[in-house]
């Protein structure tokens, strides 16, 4: 069986890894000063980090639509390919919804609800790879990833709450607190669908932050697979990532360390210096 793996871009894979895995992508759209873009193809976070400090301005964005999704799939199952396909969690975006309608009415479209956001999608699909490889029926491929997708996990740290605040998703009271006081934010991500919450609050610089959260995560998972871990960030100094990296080799041994940059739809949400932290579990959490 031929089998296309593919996926919306927000799984924030670097496009090296992409091609390595053989990931294809479909972009969200990102709308800046009444221009439509779309993400990583014709603007790129910094440009987003750019318009705010200049100019205030905060972009939006908008889901793939149906009929991108048609047109997306159709070159390929019109030569006989399967596509087995991974969604932002439907929580967050319609884009989910939209995808099965199009998958319904092409056939051999399987749209997974990854139920998380950003490298944690990246990790499935990289599993999901060495699966279609191995020569695993698609349908068998499909049906692992609906039942086993909390066994992927995601937390952020923000640097600032200013987009967020400017987004309204938090108040400025918070805002302003935060930044007074020096804290940083986890958002903590429900792998069933995607949403998010906030979680613990450390105080000081990201460079100090950053070790206690990574140590805090890995000493919650126990069972943590140790073959691959992706830290992904938004314009963070690559000392800090330095830094990271440096914490998790002491404190477990992992086969690889993915560093990847947050597409423009997650840095939409997050902001500049914005810090995440995504891998896998034996168990489901």
Known sequence: MKIILSSDRICDLPK??????????????????????????????QDLYEAYREKKILPKTSAVNVGEYLKYFEKWTSRGYSVIHFCLGSSLTSSYNNCKIAAEELGDVYVVDSGNLSSAV?????????????????????????????????????????FLKAGGRCS????YGASLLNIKV?????????????????RGAMEKVLPKFVNDKIRKYPDLKRDKICITHSGLDASIIDSVKNTIEKTMEVEKIYVCEASCTISTHCGPDCFGLFFATEDKY
């Open 186 to 202: 986890e958002i903590n991500v429900n792998n069933t669908c995607g949403s998010m919450t906030s979680g613990a609050k450390y």
């Open 172 to 175: 400025s009271l918070a805002a």
């Open 122 to 162: 990246g990790l499935q699909l990289m599993d999901c790879r060495k699966m279609i490889d191995d020569g695993m029926d698609i349908k068998d491929i499909y049906e692992y990833f609906v039942e086993s997708k909390t066994k992927y996990h995601g937390g952020f740290v923000l640097n600032n709450l200013e």
């Open 16 to 45: 090296d890894v992409l091609g390595h895995f053989k990931i294809e992508t479909i972009p969200y759209h990102i709308n800046l000063e009444n221009t439509d873009y779309l993400d990583s193809v014709n603007i790129f976070p």
